[in-house]
């Protein structure tokens, strides 16, 4: 049941320094960042006459379930009947194919759990993040986000920004990192699978700190009074 709490409630994790002070998440920063892709996606929907938060609202659904059975095989362990009733029949059907996309890149490569759902702080930036997998892959220690989306949109795209976050806390908390990927798995059936190493790791680390940045300048600029 612990485990079933805990995938309800990642978006909300709540993370603190050594302090005990809460530190916004990986997530919450990365969050700053335009996402023109979206945005059309959205006028696009709306167009369609689509309620887009009930169908984000499912899609997170199935994503969220998803990575839990993704975190199932790749501990070895079944999954937890409880948890999946707690899911409706399309979340089902979609999570299964994300999980049939994820086999077919296992098959592809040699992985060697290290750890997974890696919650962690940085204490130099101040910030917290949920790190998917931690494998060795094909013999090198590989940082591995899991995102379960129809595309990735570029070398601009704020996902790998993101992954660029949760490099810079594995590092600082000495996991050594040799290369950084994102493995996408459609929810799709006709979607599968990529499997990218991120572009310019470090033009994505200095994007990340100037969002860190960028977050106090607009928490600070929320406290002036006018």
Known sequence: MAEKALKKNKAHVVYKNAAGKRVPGVTTI?????????????????LEGIDTRSYVDSLAGAGTLAHYLVECDFRNVDP???????YAPADMDRAENSLLSYYEWR?????????????????????GGTCDIYAEVDTTKTLIDIKTCKALYGTTDEKWTQ?????????ENGYHVDEVYILRIGRDE???FEYVP??????????????????DINSQLRRVKV
């Open 30 to 46: 990365c969050g700053i960042m335009d996402k023109p892709a979206l945005v059309s996606w959205a006028n696009r929907m709306g």
């Open 80 to 86: 937890d009947p409880d948890v999946l009733r707690e």
């Open 107 to 127: 098959k592809v490569h040699v992985v060697t759990p290290i750890a997974n759902e890696i919650q962690l702080v940085s204490e130099k930036l101040q910030v």
């Open 163 to 171: 992954v660029a976050g949760y490099y810079l806390i594995m590092e």
């Open 190 to 192: 006709s979607e599968g």
């Open 198 to 215: 991120i572009p310019d790791l470090s033009l994505h680390i200095k994007r990340f700190k100037t969002c860190r940045e960028l977050y």
